[in-house]
């Protein structure tokens, strides 16, 4: 009998620096920001060839249930969250037991659609909190205002000199920010120094 082959587990790149608790100068009403790493998630790129977004569009949405963003947004639907990356290429997200990557490869090969994935290679943390909007600026030139960047939106952005996705999730204070693993630790650093002024809570 075959053997079938296990991709070893996904670690966090943050796990030796990863100290959870309260940290810096955390007021009387709690800390101004929480992070919280956003395991267990499959993450898989998709392009489309070129004359085949419509296409792509349509396999996804019958597949999955979820309407590929238009630019600058992202759109979630069942289990599956969308973020725009680049004219007709999207990543799309879902908890590790939805089985993404095959399902995207079904739905999306035969109406022209590339699949990546891209599990591996991010780091996504969770920041929510009063005080997010104002870390976040210490290190990008986006304007976080709600009126300018909305429920749902996404940016990519340089956070801190290093590139990452901004994805802003229900309410005006939480935010994903994704960063390539080999960042994660830099990017981490920052913040932790950008929100030791407002306290910050380590989940």
Known sequence: M???ATLPARRSPL???WTPGDHGAVGPGGPGVTMTRRLGLSAVQLDARAGTADAVRHAIAAALGVALPAAGHATSGGDVRALWLGPDRWLLMAADGFGLEPKLRDAAGPAGGIVVDQGHGRAILRLE????????????????????FAEHAVAQTGLFHLTATLDRRR????????????????LFESLCEAAAEYGYRLV
């Open 2 to 4: 075959a053997e079938t």
């Open 15 to 17: 796990d030796g620096v």
């Open 129 to 148: 909190g009063p005080a997010v909007r104002d870390v976040l600026a210490k290190g990008t030139g986006v304007d976080l205002h709600p009126r300018a």
């Open 171 to 186: 309410g005006t204070g939480r935010f994903d920010v994704h960063v390539m693993r080999g960042f994660a630790v830099s």
